[in-house]
């Protein structure tokens, strides 16, 4: 199940062969520096600007960011979602850092493509084919993403506009050859004065504050003074400049699960092979029954995570204006998946404890890094909020809609480009989230996790949320994550259907998920203002999972497997 780089040929199998060529490529690359210059380069906040000339020189950036509308006939380039969450499981897999310089190029590159601006589009694809990096330049240091009230202004010239304001938050600031910035109208009120532009961090008017973190990555503060836009400058106008904020954060913001999905694993590789060849009061230490419990949990948790991802992808390449269900899976990768990252995390540093700390292991990188995942733009909460508007329509009013695949063909996503405006969210509809959970049915947790998530239906039929707290954000948040486990689950068990999943590993999958929506329950059951048949219903969801000791052991031993497994080049 996990991605093992001495092993790259069993990885991506189904993608083609210069897409394998390249992400090959970027894996010698990084083993080929080795572990102890990765840590290096970590703790002494180098530039990546060596990593940067390798995407160059491979065109690895332009060829997995350009859509095929701009490739000028080139036959590798496009936009394709499955090989795009490879590179992108590939660099979490190695360090954020290296992750975050691809994830901010992706973002910045999102309202550019979206619009019907020819010059910028040309502009863009011959940037990125000369090696360029991108920026996205939404976020402001009093205002965070809160589009609403943004402080850059624009004001109208007799040939365009000038544009002064500044932006925080902003990675790849320092060297981005275009940057994607949001803003608006100085004399115009509301959203019909709103602005997407496009700005070079080379201007002379464009000023670099300074990196706002402590890091390897260049996290900007910059500012605009009397900056000259040009029509060839202006991306987007008024409600259009709104949605392409909101569709481009859809397309961008996705890329955090499978980053986490990257570290996960490689920490998981390091955490395992340390555990399993040390000896404390004379037995090893993976002979304790709570670090097995722990490293099954791990590894069962991070299983779940790359099923989820997986079949995410195949939800956003199917979409079309007609299928917008992307528009949920999307939140709870962003939110789910990476909040799932810490705790396995957190699940392997119990275990190994104070070698987490040591300097020069990867997985102090990874104890560092992998809470900034499920943080970026407050990811859980803001995207919790958002789940809860598909949830009447997801649990109560299924819709027919054909089979999607599996997507690894290698077609250009070009939906995302013309996702449309970003409204009418609680229109959209979903295909009987029940189905995979009957399919599954002889799983014993699965069953058993099918119970719980059907009793989240009665709750909001017979004790729904009364006004009061349809006002509490509080109560609704830990309604929010019950319903995003039913979700979760669906995905998980469709993906497990279409590859074949060991059912040990699933029935452990599912084990987790009971215990934790029961402990979703009783945190509901805690709120101030949960009512008495709320609480009642909560304490009938805390349900034992079905406890079976040879199947646990049997995924032990999978885990086992991993001791030596893979360890990065020295």
Request: charge should be negative; hydrophobic fraction near 40%.
């Amino acid at each position: 199940m996990l991605f093992d780089p001495h092993d790259f040929e069993a990885a991506y199998p189904d993608l083609d062969a210069e897409s394998r060529r390249l992400l090959k490529a970027t894996v010698d690359w990084f083993e080929d520096r080795g572990k102890r210059r990765l840590v290096a380069d970590d703790q002494a906040r180098v530039w990546y600007t060596e990593f940067l000339d390798f995407v160059a020189r491979e065109k690895l950036f332009a060829t997995f960011c350009t859509p095929r509308a701009e490739a000028g006939g080139d036959p590798g380039k496009r936009w394709d979602a499955a090989r795009n969450a490879a590179l992108s499981e590939i660099l979490g897999f190695y360090g954020l850092q290296y992750w975050y310089a691809w994830q901010v190029t992706v973002l910045g590159l999102g309202p550019i493509w979206m619009s019907d601006n020819a010059a910028a589009r040309k502009r863009a694809a011959e940037l990125l084919d000369g090696g360029a990096v991108f920026a996205f330049g939404l976020s402001e240091k009093e205002h965070g993403a809160d589009v609403y009230s943004t402080d850059m202004l624009l004001t109208p010239t007799g040939s365009g506009f000038t544009a002064t304001g500044g932006k925080y938050y902003i990675g790849n600031g320092n060297v981005a050859g275009m940057v994607s910035v949001f803003g608006r109208r100085a004399d115009v009120e509301g959203p019909d004065g709103y602005v997407f532009f496009a700005v070079d961090s080379r201007h002379p008017r464009f000023t670099l504050v300074k990196n706002i973190v402590d890091s390897q990555m260049f996290v900007s503060e910059f500012r605009l003074d009397d900056y000259p836009l040009t029509p060839d400058d202006i991306l987007h106008t008024g409600q259009d400049a709104f949605s392409a904020a909101l569709n481009t954060v859809n397309v961008g913001k996705f890329n955090l699960c499978t980053a986490s999905v990257g570290i996960a694993e490689h920490a998981t590789y390091e955490a395992v092979t340390h555990a399993h060849n040390r000896v404390l009061y004379g037995k090893r230490v993976t002979d304790f029954p709570h670090v097995r419990q722990n490293f099954v949990d791990a590894y069962a948790r991070l299983v779940a995570m790359k099923l989820f991802s997986a079949r995410a992808v195949d939800y956003f390449r199917t979409a079309s204006p007609d299928d917008r269900r992307y528009l949920l899976f999307n939140p709870v990768t962003k939110m789910k998946v990476t909040s799932e990252g810490e705790r396995v995390i957190d699940l392997l540093w119990d275990v190994i404890a104070a070698k987490g700390f040591e300097k020069d292991t990867y997985f102090a990188m990874a104890g560092r890094d992998i809470g900034a995942l499920p943080k970026l733009e407050g990811t859980v909460h803001v995207n919790l909020a958002l789940v809860l508007k598909f949830m009447p329509a997801y649990l109560f009013s299924p819709t027919e809609y054909p089979e999607v695949p599996t997507r690894h063909d290698a077609a250009d996503d070009d939906f995302f480009w013309r996702q449309g405006p970003a409204r009418g969210l609680g229109s959209i509809t979903f295909h009987d989230w029940e189905v995979p959970y009957r399919d599954h049915a002889h799983v014993p947790n699965v069953a058993r996790f099918h119970e719980q998530a059907r009793a989240l239906r009665t709750l909001l039929r017979t004790a729904a949320p009364d006004e009061g707290q349809q006002r509490d954000l509080d109560f609704l948040l830990t309604l929010g994550h019950l319903f995003t486990l039913v979700v979760y689950g669906q995905l998980v068990l469709e993906q497990a259907g279409l590859t074949g999943l060991d059912r040990d590993v699933l029935d452990q999958v599912f084990d987790v998920l009971v215990r934790d929506f029961a402990g979703c329950a009783v945190a509901l059951h805690g709120k101030a203002s949960s009512t008495e048949a709320q609480q009642e219903w909560a304490l009938g969801q805390v349900r034992k999972p079905v406890v079976d000791h040879e199947r646990f052991a049997r995924v032990w031993d999978q885990v086992a497997a991993l001791s030596g497994r893979y360890e990065m080049n020295p």
